[in-house]
């Protein structure tokens, strides 16, 4: 496994959560490391990313909520999820996308997804 997420679970609106996401130390030249969502009946999309200039963009959804932080000892990105609301369920990812120096071949890595619920 590359990418190991966890951290998901059922709370109540108002409450908070924090993801991590581990990376494989296979994974190298890392660009950028992303969170995702996926709610029921809608497409992916973007929640958040970071990258390796610690350079950070957020939803406009999350903005203010959400905050994406890595570390970099651990291989790991984390999103910190605050004042969730029932809207915030979904699944979420992360990803990592990585580009060779060399050839400039970009590898696009996921996890396996954590589901998080927000109860009203």
């Known amino acids: 496994v590359q990418l190991q997420a966890s951290g998901g679970g059922l709370v109540q609106a108002g409450d908070s959560l924090r993801l991590s996401c581990t990376t494989s130390k296979s994974i190298i030249n890392i660009k950028t490391m992303s969170w995702y969502r996926q709610a029921p009946g809608k497409q992916r999309e973007l929640v958040a990313d970071?990258?390796?200039?610690?350079?950070?963009n957020h939803a406009d959804s999350v903005k203010g909520r959400f905050t994406i932080f890595g570390d970099k000892a651990k291989n790991t990105v984390y999103l910190q999820m605050n004042t969730l609301k029932p809207e915030d369920t979904a699944v979420y990812y992360c990803?990592?996308?990585?580009?060779?120096?060399?050839?400039?071949?970009?590898?696009?890595?996921w996890g396996q997804g954590t589901l998080v619920t927000v109860s009203s």
């Open positions: 970071i990258s390796t200039r610690d350079i950070t």
């Open positions: 990803y990592v996308g990585s580009i060779d120096p060399w050839s400039g071949r970009k590898s696009d890595y």
